[in-house]
């Protein structure tokens, strides 16, 4: 069974950094593509950034140029350093992974992790 374990979130002013990471096990991580998504309150969910399982990233427009999204094939591992960051960033971040179709960073992602929380505020 896949699971997915998020960290890093936290407490952050407006500029600052933060550096997610998402721990998988149970799956060969270098199959797949990964996500990092995002809710707000009262927001749909939404896709931050993918990486496949070639290395093609994706990013939504809001966090281009801001985050970076990696993975580390040798440790199950994917990172979303994020920089810069905005009130309007403030949300829970969960991290996917898309097992069906890792040549998309699109999806679809079948196994979520349980979503680390990052407030941005002064």
């Known amino acids: 069974q896949v699971q997915l374990a998020e960290s890093g979130g936290g407490l952050v002013q407006p500029g600052g950094s933060l550096r997610l990471s998402c721990a998988a096990s149970g799956t060969i991580f270098s199959n797949n593509a990964m996500g990092w998504y995002r809710q707000a309150p009262g927001k749909q969910r939404e896709l931050v950034a993918a990486?496949?399982?070639?290395?093609?990233?994706n990013y939504a427009g809001s966090v281009k140029g801001r985050f970076t999204i990696s993975r580390d094939n040798a440790n199950n591992t994917t990172y979303l350093q994020m920089n810069s960051l905005k009130p309007e960033d403030t949300a829970v971040y969960y991290c996917?992974?898309?097992?069906?179709?890792?040549?998309?960073?699109?999806?679809?992602?079948?196994?979520w992790g349980q979503g680390t929380q990052v407030t941005v505020s002064s």
């Open positions: 996917a992974a898309n097992t069906r179709m890792p040549w998309s960073t699109w999806g679809p992602y079948d196994y």
């Open positions: 990486i496949t399982r070639g290395g093609s990233t």
